[in-house]
Structures are given as C-alpha cells and as structure tokens.
C-alpha cells in the first residue's frame, strides 16, 4: 500500500470520526428529539443510555406556530423487545416562555422502577395546538437502552493510532530500503 493510500485512507477516517462525533444538530421546530437526564439534572440529547439515565422525548415549537392558544402532547412508549406499550402521557402547556418553546418535561411514568430497561425504545409523539386544532404526529423517537456505552472519542483515537503506527513502519521500512541500496 503506498503512502497516498494510507493519507487517504486516515483522512477518511478522520472525515467519518468527525460527522459521527458531532451528534446530532438542534431539531429544527415539530421534529421530535430525545433529551436525556443522568440523574443530576443535565440533560443533553443523545440516542444511547445507560441504565441509570432518564429519557425524555421533546418536542419544539415557535411562538408563531403556538399563538396564544394551548398546547397538548401526548407521548406513546413502545418496548421492543417485548412488544409492550406503555400507556399514553400526556403534558397541556398554557404559557409559552421560551422562543421556541421545547415540550420535554415528562419522563414515562415509573420509568425508574422498570426492571428491564435495556433493548429499543419507540417513543412516537403527538399534539395538538389551539382548542380547535387537529391532532398532528411527528416522527418516531427510537433509542437504546444499553449496559455498555461505546465512546467514539476511544475508538477514533485507537484507529488514529494504529494508522500512525502503520504509517511509522512502512516509513521505517521505506527508509532502509533506501539505506541499504546506497
């Protein structure tokens, strides 16, 4: 394999490492997310947890698709693994203090006492704007509830590695060759 190759091949790499590690961008309004409590308070959003994380399915609007009406969301949870769905949530919002205005405070009920936790989740959403409006769905949330979280940031780093020292030997090796026909 020529050095091109290998520049190449590590730039990809490289390429893949950043547009995996940088997540997923800020829902733009009605695209419905997951945001995640670890158990103090922060909540980010992310698509893998750990047993002792609390998902919470969002939802964003703005003040203009709002108005002055209501809001209601409902959330249905569906456990993969065994087919069981859980009862439907539902939040009613009367106050809109936040431009947009993120639905996100309901985690399932009982979700800490669940026993089995790990496997897929489908999580779908829907609401309902104004006391006239029609009941409108988004997409299905799906995330995974696993004992073992990979770190991305470990993996490229070891991959970085390895191609370096890939690198470093045929260099070594390139260079006496060089040495030796002298």
């Known amino acids: 394999m020529n050095i091109k190759k290998v520049i190449f091949s590590v730039a990809i790499l490289g390429l893949l490492t950043v547009i995996c590690e940088t997540g997923y961008a800020q829902p733009s309004t009605k695209d419905p997310f997951l945001l995640v409590d670890d158990g103090n308070g922060n909540k980010t959003e992310k698509y893998v947890l750990s047993p002792g994380e609390t998902p919470l399915p969002s939802v964003s ?94 993996s ?13 030997k045929k260099r070594r090796k390139h260079i006496c060759n060089k040495e030796n026909k002298s």
């Open 61 to 154: 609007f703005s003040s203009s698709e709002l108005g002055s009406g209501p809001l209601w969301v409902w959330w249905n949870w569906t456990y993969e693994e065994t087919g069981e769905t859980f009862q439907e949530q539902w939040q009613q919002y009367m106050s809109f203090p936040d431009d947009p205005f993120t639905a996100t405070d309901v985690p399932l009920v009982g979700w800490d006492s669940l026993t089995e936790k790990e496997g897929w989740w489908n999580v779908s959403t829907e609401w309902q704007i104004g006391w006239t409006g029609d009941r409108e769905s988004g997409d299905i949330i799906r995330f995974e509830v696993t004992s073992v979280v990979p770190e991305p940031a470990s």
């Open 156 to 168: 490229a780093l070891f991959l970085f590695g390895g191609a370096a020292i890939a690198l470093g």
